[in-house]
């Protein structure tokens, strides 16, 4: 007779807590946030959830969740671009500049 397993159980009660915690607080992230964000979120969710992502590189899956990981970078990337509208994503930052105003609060710089 086999005896049931409380941990095992237990991870399964706590998966299901997070996850229904994660359902219930997605009015909230609508209202504050806006539909877009929230689908997004999902998105991002079921990305993680389908690609199994491995700390060791030596196992067989580990390629596939790294396409996934690759795949939420890159979507993360082009997210943050295209969200400055054409401006750069440093500003406007130069050396003569940087040179100026440390001569104006009297510090030595120099430039090579």
């Not at 209202?31 to 700390?55: E, M, N, Q, S, Y």
């Not at 580990?62 to 500003?91: D, E, K, R």
Request: net charge positive; aromatic share 16%; glycine share 12%.
């Amino acid at each position: 007779m086999r005896t049931h397993d409380r941990s095992a159980s237990r991870w399964n009660r706590l998966a299901d807590s997070a996850i229904f915690s994660w359902y219930r607080q997605s009015p909230r992230a609508l209202a504050r946030f806006g539909l877009l964000a929230l689908v997004v979120g999902f998105a991002f969710g079921g990305i993680l959830d389908w690609f199994p992502i491995a700390t060791d590189l030596s196992f067989w899956y580990s390629g596939i969740g790294l396409a996934g990981a690759c795949l939420l970078l890159g979507l993360t990337v082009y997210g943050f671009y295209t969200s400055l509208g054409g401006q750069s994503p440093f500003g406007r930052v130069s050396l003569e500049g940087l040179s100026r105003s440390a001569q104006e609060r009297g510090i030595t710089c120099f430039l090579i």
